[in-house]
């Protein structure tokens, strides 16, 4: 029965949606509203070791290989509270160039299983694969790696997984990571990083940045000054590799610490994310325009960033 509601899904995905890469001319964000249709309304919520997060990922593999893309496919395991072990994958396009340098640009594409994940993260996931797609026929000056991480709302599995897979030659060629993590609700765009990093020095500097409020990474860790390991951009921080972290949220709400992304009148007091509210209807009826908006903000900031506009 699994298998047969798995292959109908992937059926109904595939003849839903044919991207063609004459799509380039499209406006930015267009191509990754298509894509975020897929991942929230056709494939819904895809909580990490579900059926729905496997045809995800199936349906992320696809569009790679569409692309011209040989994705790589990295599976991991992980145990859940009761110690029963439980099987998930990163997804890895990479777009080599003239140089071994990289940048890598991450989304998870699991969910909770309330809602259906277009927030957190449908979002990401579906700028990624517009970026993919723009850079896949383009000549750039150093490697540009996607990563789609498996399992993100599990402790991280396919972040940390990735990272710890990293041999030292990998490390040593990153620029720097940007991780891309719901961005469609929020009130407000924010864009974490460290300045003196490059990436983020030259974000201060690129078009399309005054679309974003900049903050440092002090506001990623907890009271007590420990990691918050609250997003894909944590293991990379821990390895010493400089992040740039994209989201929507509102500090000026409750209790002004960023999990309260809207008034507190809409959604579960002001929170989206992890709730029945994560889907497109809802984000649309209550902030209409919104979900359009960000879409094309963030995939041409990205653009500007790597050069590729």
């Given at each position: 029965?699994?298998?047969?509601?798995?292959?109908?899904?992937?059926?109904?995905?595939?003849?839903?949606?044919?991207?063609?890469?004459?799509?380039?001319?499209?406006?930015?964000?267009?191509?990754?509203?298509?894509?975020?249709?897929?991942?929230s309304?056709?494939?819904g919520?895809?909580?990490?070791?579900?059926?729905?997060?496997?045809?995800?990922?199936?349906?992320i593999?696809?569009?790679?290989?569409?692309?011209?893309?040989?994705?790589?496919?990295?599976?991991?395991?992980y145990?859940?509270?009761?110690?029963?072990?439980?099987?998930?994958?990163?997804?890895?396009?990479?777009?080599?160039?003239?140089?071994?340098?990289q940048i890598?640009?991450?989304?998870?594409?699991?969910?909770?299983?309330?809602?259906?994940?277009?927030?957190?993260?449908?979002?990401?996931?579906?700028?990624?694969?517009?970026?993919?797609?723009?850079?896949?026929?383009?000549?750039t000056?150093?490697?540009?790696?996607?990563?789609?991480?498996?399992?993100?709302?599990?402790?991280?599995?396919?972040?940390?997984?990735?990272?710890?897979?990293?041999?030292?030659?990998?490390?040593?060629?990153?620029?720097?990571?940007?991780?891309?993590?719901?961005?469609i609700?929020g009130?407000?765009?924010?864009?974490?990083?460290?300045?003196?990093?490059?990436?983020?020095?030259?974000?201060?500097?690129?078009p399309?940045?005054?679309?974003?409020?900049?903050?440092?990474?002090?506001?990623?860790?907890?009271?007590?000054?420990?990691?918050?390991?609250?997003?894909?951009?944590?293991?990379?921080?821990?390895?010493?590799?400089?992040?740039?972290f994209?989201?929507?949220?509102?500090?000026?709400?409750?209790?002004?610490?960023?999990?309260?992304?809207?008034?507190?009148?809409?959604g579960?007091?002001?929170?989206?994310?992890?709730?029945?509210?994560?889907?497109?209807?809802?984000?649309?009826?209550?902030?209409?325009?919104?979900?359009?908006e960000?879409l094309?903000?963030?995939?041409?900031?990205?653009?500007?960033?790597?050069?590729?506009?």
């Amino acid at each position: 029965m699994k298998n047969s509601k798995h292959f109908f899904l992937l059926f109904i995905i595939l003849i839903c949606i044919q991207i063609s890469q004459a799509a380039l001319s499209e406006p930015y964000g267009e191509i990754a509203e298509e894509h975020l249709m897929i991942l929230s309304d056709t494939i819904g919520a895809r909580f990490p070791g579900s059926e729905e997060e496997k045809i995800a990922a199936d349906y992320i593999t696809t569009q790679a290989e569409e692309m011209g893309y040989a994705p790589v496919i990295q599976s991991f395991t992980y145990f859940d509270e009761d110690d029963k072990e439980h099987g998930s994958q990163n997804i890895i396009i990479e777009k080599k160039g003239s140089s071994s340098k990289q940048i890598i640009i991450g989304a998870h594409y699991d969910s909770m299983d309330e809602g259906s994940g277009a927030d957190d993260n449908g979002s990401g996931v579906a700028v990624l694969l517009e970026l993919a797609q723009r850079i896949s026929e383009m000549n750039t000056s150093y490697s540009i790696t996607f990563v789609a991480f498996g399992a993100e709302e599990h402790d991280l599995a396919g972040s940390w997984y990735y990272v710890n897979e990293l041999n030292m030659k990998d490390r040593n060629s990153i620029i720097g990571f940007i991780n891309l993590d719901g961005f469609i609700a929020g009130n407000i765009l924010y864009l974490y990083g460290d300045s003196g990093s490059t990436l983020y020095d030259f974000a201060e500097n690129v078009p399309g940045n005054e679309e974003f409020t900049f903050l440092s990474t002090d506001y990623l860790i907890e009271e007590d000054g420990s990691p918050c390991y609250c997003g894909d951009f944590s293991p990379f921080q821990d390895s010493g590799i400089p992040i740039l972290f994209i989201e929507a949220t509102d500090y000026t709400q409750g209790e002004e610490d960023g999990w309260t992304q809207v008034d507190m009148k809409y959604g579960d007091e002001g929170i989206i994310r992890h709730t029945m509210y994560d889907n497109l209807q809802y984000i649309n009826t209550t902030f209409p325009g919104r979900i359009k908006e960000r879409l094309s903000v963030v995939t041409h900031f990205i653009s500007n960033l790597l050069n590729i506009s």
